[in-house]
Nanobody, 125 residues
């Protein structure tokens, strides 16, 4: 049974930083991928970053390039999302998701088999 648990969300002012964690249990697919998605009220859930756990390939949404960084800690079965220079537009519920590989359309939720419950990020101006 795969379980993903997010943590690290909170409230920060614009320009601040947060680090989100996605702890995975029961997930032993070394060729798989972990992605971070976010969903703001009234908006579609969108992928912001993904990492391939075997080769370390990463992709980012244009809106977060240069500000967000995704990285794994394989010893802890955890994937982090380091978020810097946060903006009010980054306010959303953030979810991590797992797939057997990096989906061709990695930003679409349909490519992922497992999801966490989410952690809220609120950025005030």
């Amino acid at each position: 049974q795969v379980q993903l648990v997010e943590s690290g969300g909170g409230s920060v002012q614009a320009g601040g930083s947060l680090r989100l964690s996605c702890a995975a249990s029961g997930y032993k697919n070394a060729r798989g991928s972990i992605a971070w998605f976010r969903q703001a009220p009234g908006k579609e859930r969108e992928g912001v970053a993904v990492i391939g756990l075997r080769g370390g390939t990463t992709y980012y949404a244009d809106s977060v390039k240069g500000r967000f960084s995704i990285s794994p800690d394989n010893a802890k079965n955890t994937v982090y999302l380091e978020m810097n220079s946060l903006k009010p537009d980054d306010t959303a519920m953030y979810y991590c998701a797992a797939a057997q590989s990096i989906p061709a359309r990695w930003r679409e939720r349909s490519g992922y088999n497992f999801w966490g419950q989410g952690t809220q990020v609120t950025v005030s101006s």
